[in-house]
């Protein structure tokens, strides 16, 4: 595997926001950062993400000498900068004078100005606004030698439901039904409650006090909020990409919280497209009182191995924290070890950085107490300096793995239409749906086995994986099911569950039951899921055993597939559970029901057997380490990391050296609690 190094600094990057526009009245305090910095192993910083108030305090009024000499300082101690454009939060003058720019919701209420993220996306004066500022940006720091990246905005989300955006809907539609408004109602089911429309200009955006209930309509509303989302961060870049052709643009994605999925907010698959390097902001609440530190790691990795895969190269961890966040219903600190654990798990699957929100601690509003590298104390003496400076160092040996990526012989497939078509659904359980949480069910048995795995999006070729597995992909179009036909047919496993192929692209329903060549690539077809309450339960037989069923249970009509497993109970009770069907040079199973870790930890063992698919390094322990790989051209860098809160026996089978300590190991090794280490296997 080639390096790719997605910056031109050539390290790992160690940092993250720093708002010196806040301190500008303590001029002690910007030239404490500066000692600071270097005291914390630190080296780039994202400046300028909420600062156009400071930036342009007046209409055309600007002020940049004291961004000027921050950019200069950071440039003195060998530091880098991510340039951020500030379109995250607009000066009040803006919101007074235009109001355009204020974001309309979904009930068609006007919001005052205030907060954040909250601007709208189509007003040609935001628009026109970004622009000029970013324009002003580039000319001025496009050459400055310690930027590295631009950083657009800030965390990209929402949506604006005012007129100018309710006409670019239109407009939008239009252009996707090639101005027949009949496909258009076909698409969206419009007899329907009399849903028909007769004219384009009868046509709003989904409200609670309007539309909600059509989904095919809903579906298109989330991705055209989607590309305008685009749309807006495109016209944010054209100045950008025009003076400074070389530096790589980023914005920074999200996760959903509580149960850490990816952000559903967007299509990240398709912005991807449009950014040089992905960027994302990871805080799971560790230590939190409802699931093992090694189910919230799993997740972690879910995330990672999908933001990674969206471009196949490493990725950046544009914002963490080093201690505890401010919005989580409690905010627990990370326990000692933490933090280098969770900051290595990052790089194990991809990242080249670990940066922060935030640099310094804020002295007012609601970010105070967030957790910070530099606290109210301004001490470099205390327990979350001392961490970070450990990150630092430990990441000044990790210089080589910067750039470094990682191949996988497995594939999950992750789809946003699918997530919002499968939510919309009224029908089955409509509060278990859980399809992110399903992929982890079934991720779980890799990540816990060590397997390495990309989870890619439906426009990624998969004809290279072995296996491909893809868990309730309620939405498929007729394109998708017959690309997993091909992949089949020319050698590929293919895994599918229940809840699987059901509608199309537009969320209308197959007719004359499940899609033929589905039928054809599993030698059977579902006939009915059963949906239970969350007490109830059913069992499935598998070679010799007996594992929980819970929430959905199909029931299958077999034609030439083999039977797996049986139903245990209730009126289906000895009927096809799993089946498998070989097709072509390949093979497919069906899962026809939620069943329990167990059953997929012993389910995909015996695929992998069957695949001779491996783990990535011949390193052995017990549940909850997990052990990542990145490879160079001349060696591998084995991530070996304890996500339980007891001691480990880890056991090396070849000779390797620890990255950190020089240590060679081979055999046994104890890992305490949290303990990770990195070693370098020559190849
Ligand atoms: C992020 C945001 C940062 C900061 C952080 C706090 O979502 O981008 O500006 O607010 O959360 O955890």
Request: aromatic share 12%; proline share 4%.
């Amino acid at each position: 595997m080639s390096k790719t190094f997605v910056t031109k600094a050539k390290q790992m990057l160690h940092g993250g926001d720093y708002n010196p526009d806040q301190w500008l009245d303590y001029p002690e305090i910007l030239a404490d950062d500066i000692k600071l910095m270097k005291l914390s192993h630190t080296n780039t910083f994202s400046v300028g993400i909420f600062a156009w108030s400071t930036l342009e305090p007046e209409e055309g009024v600007y002020h940049f000498e004291w961004l000027d000499k921050i950019i200069d300082d950071i440039h003195g101690i060998g530091g880098n900068v991510i340039l951020a454009t500030p379109s995250g939060a607009r000066p009040a003058w803006m919101s007074q004078k235009y109001p355009e720019v204020l974001r309309v919701n979904a009930s068609r209420v006007k919001q005052l100005h205030g907060a954040r993220h909250n601007h709208c996306f189509t007003s040609p004066v935001y628009r026109e606004k970004t622009q000029q500022m970013n324009r002003l940006l580039a000319e001025r720091y496009g050459n400055h030698p310690a930027l590295i990246m631009w950083h657009i905005s800030n965390e990209y989300g929402g949506a604006c439901h005012c007129d100018l955006c309710q006409d670019a809907f239109r407009t939008w539609l239009k252009e996707k039904y090639n101005h027949n408004l009949k496909a258009l109602n076909d698409a969206w089911w419009g007899p329907f409650w009399s849903h028909t429309f007769t004219d384009w200009s009868q046509i709003e955006s989904p409200s609670p006090i309007g539309e909600s209930k059509v989904h095919g309509h809903n579906l298109d509303w989330r991705r055209f909020v989607t590309d305008q989302t685009i749309d807006f961060y495109k016209n944010e870049i054209v100045p950008i990409r025009e003076l400074t052709p070389d530096i790589p643009i980023t914005t920074n994605f999200m996760g959903d919280t509580p149960d850490l999925i990816p952000f559903q907010g967007l299509d990240y698959s398709k912005f991807a497209k449009h950014i040089d390097v992905i960027s994302w902001d990871a805080y799971p609440a560790w230590h939190n009182d409802w699931e093992t530190t090694a189910d919230l790691a799993m997740k972690v990795a879910f995330i990672d191995d999908l933001y990674r895969s969206l471009k196949g190269q490493p990725f950046l961890l544009m914002e963490s924290t080093p201690s505890l966040v401010n919005w989580h219903k409690v905010n627990k600190a990370k326990r000692p070890g933490m933090h280098l654990l969770s900051s290595m798990q990052m790089v194990a699957h991809g990242s080249d950085s670990i940066l922060y929100f935030q640099w310094r601690k804020s002295r007012g509003s609601s970010e105070k107490f967030h957790g910070a590298v530099v606290d109210h104390d301004n001490s470099s003496e205390n327990r979350v300096f001392k961490d970070v400076a450990e990150v630092g160092r430990t990441l000044e040996k990790l210089s080589e793995v910067a750039g470094t990526n990682r191949s996988a012989e497995v594939a999950f497939l992750y789809d946003w239409d699918n997530h919002w078509a499968l939510q919309d659904a009224q029908g089955f359980s409509n509060e278990t749906k859980r399809y992110a949480q399903t992929m982890h069910q079934h991720y779980r048995a890799f990540w816990e086995n060590d397997i390495p795995v990309d989870v890619i999006t439906k426009e990624h070729d998969f004809s290279s994986y072995k296996l491909l597995v893809v868990p309730m992909l309620y939405l498929a179009s007729e394109d998708l099911i017959s690309r997993f036909k091909d992949f089949v047919k020319n050698g590929g496993t293919l895994v599918m569950t229940y809840i699987s192929g059901l509608v199309n692209e537009s969320d209308l329903t197959y007719l004359g039951g499940w899609p033929h060549e589905l039928q054809e690539i599993f030698g059977m077809k579902p006939l009915e899921t059963d949906t239970l309450y969350p007490a109830d339960r059913n069992r499935v037989s598998y070679n010799g055993k007996s594992y929980e069923l819970k929430d959905y249970a199909t029931t299958l009509d077999v034609a030439e597939a083999k039977v797996e497993a049986t139903y245990e109970e209730d009126y289906y009770a000895n009927t096809p559970a799993v089946t498998s069907h070989t097709y072509g040079a390949g093979k497919t199973y069906y899962i026809g029901g939620r069943l329990e870790d167990d059953f997929q930890r012993d389910f995909y063992e015996g695929v992998m057997k069957e695949l001779e698919i491996h783990p990535v390094a011949d390193v052995k322990h017990e549940r909850g380490v997990s052990v990542q790989v990145r490879q160079a051209p001349e060696c591998d860098y084995i991530f070996v990391m304890n996500f339980t809160e007891d001691e480990q026996h880890v056991h090396f089978e070849s000779q390797v050296t620890d990255v950190i300590t020089g240590e060679t190991l081979h055999g046994d090794v104890t890992f305490e609690k949290y303990e990770v280490r990195v070693v370098e296997k020559s190849k």
